[in-house]
């Protein structure tokens, strides 16, 4: 059943019903330091616990942003497992906000966040 009050917020672990954020809070992980112009790799996978990929609800989408700035969107079908990995080079050093965002088709939009530091 879709959850409407879910759909007029973005919802994160800090703010969305805990039963819910543990299927969809999108988590971020990185391997390694994080050089300036470098390729390092992004993963975001939705949940700590898989969310479901079946017909009538699913994980639509995951954007990955930089503070404001947009970086990628990969949309899903309902063969696909909802996690992704992402090739992204930072051409300046400074601290970054990753933040991720994935879509439920019924229970709204979710974030997760990383800081990374590249140097
Ligand atoms: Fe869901």
């Given at each position: ?11 994160s672990i ?34 700590e616990t ?70």
């Amino acid at each position: 059943m879709m959850e409407t009050s879910l759909f007029c917020q973005v919802n994160s672990i800090a703010s969305g019903p805990a039963d819910k954020a543990k299927t969809h809070a999108p988590v971020i992980t990185t391997q390694g330091d994080i050089k300036v112009g470098r390729p390092f790799l992004v993963n975001i996978k939705v949940g700590e616990t898989m969310h479901p990929m079946e017909n009538g609800h699913s994980i639509q989408f995951i954007d990955l942003y930089s503070g404001d700035i947009y970086l990628s969107r990969v949309d899903f079908t309902q063969m696909n497992i909802p996690e992704v990995s992402l090739s992204i080079a930072f051409p300046h050093e400074g601290k970054r906000t990753l933040r991720a965002f994935s879509r439920c088709n019924l229970h709204g939009i979710w974030e997760g966040i990383k800081e990374v530091n590249v140097t």
